[in-house]
T-cell receptor
């Protein structure tokens, strides 16, 4: 089946540092979504990308939809302790279902 | 608050039993998705309904079934439960069935523990 390879698996950084994570796939996606999940909560949508090459920001977060439609990255600038959580990329295939394929997640820990 | 409501939030049940998880989608959303999240498998797509009809099926066991009712709420039925079924079950919703511009919002999940 389709798979998304997300990296890195985990990151432990100092407060104030920038963070970058990415997802790649052998399949083409129509939409890329980035979610953050905190313990005991559901995934919360951070950024949605709908066009190849699209670069979108949401506060300190920036994400891009790769030109090949097979990859996406998420950057977090000037990290703060509340950025801690698991970040998931998710892609929607060119079909009419809308179901999401998820990456394995990147666990982010921020040291104050 | 995503607008997607799931009940119950926590459930503990014995092996062999049957449980029903309930989901109310965001107001106006026609699509409902069910996902299973376990420690070793990540977020796995189970099934999607669109306006009452099954639209897509993922890695859903035969012991599991779902339906979407005319008022668009959905239920996920898990039967003959096994220890390995212990997981977080998420419901998500979106406005339509097409992939283009289809933003999906998740509920807070139902935590199922099978003992």
């Amino acid at each position: 089946g389709q798979q998304l390879n997300q990296s890195p698996q985990s990151m432990f950084i100092q407060e104030g540092e920038d963070v970058s994570m990415n997802c790649t796939s052998s399949s083409i996606f129509n939409t890329w979504l980035w979610y953050k999940q905190e313990p005991g909560e559901g995934p919360v949508l951070l950024i949605a990308l709908y066009k190849a090459g699209e670069l979108t920001s949401n506060g300190r977060l920036t994400a891009q939809f790769g030109i090949t439609r097979k990859d996406s990255f998420l950057n977090i600038s000037a990290s703060i302790p509340s950025d801690v959580g698991i970040y998931f990329c998710a892609g929607q295939l060119p079909s009419n279902t809308g179901k999401l394929i998820f990456g394995q997640g990147t666990t982010l820990q921020v040291k104050p | 608050d995503s607008g997607v409501t799931q009940t119950p939030k926590h459930l503990i049940t014995a092996t062999g039993q049957r449980v029903t998880l309930r989901c109310s989608p965001r107001s106006g959303d026609l699509s409902v998705y069910w996902y299973q999240q376990s420690l070793d498998q990540g977020l796995q797509f189970l099934i999607q309904y669109y306006n009452g009809e099954e639209r897509a099926k993922g890695n859903i066991l035969e012991r599991f079934s779902a339906q979407q009712f005319p008022d668009l709420h959905s239920e996920l039925n898990l039967s003959s439960l096994e220890l390995g079924d212990s997981a977080l079950y998420f419901c998500a919703s979106s406005g339509g069935g097409r992939s283009s511009g289809n933003t999906i919002y998740f509920g807070e999940g139902s935590w199922l523990t099978v003992v």
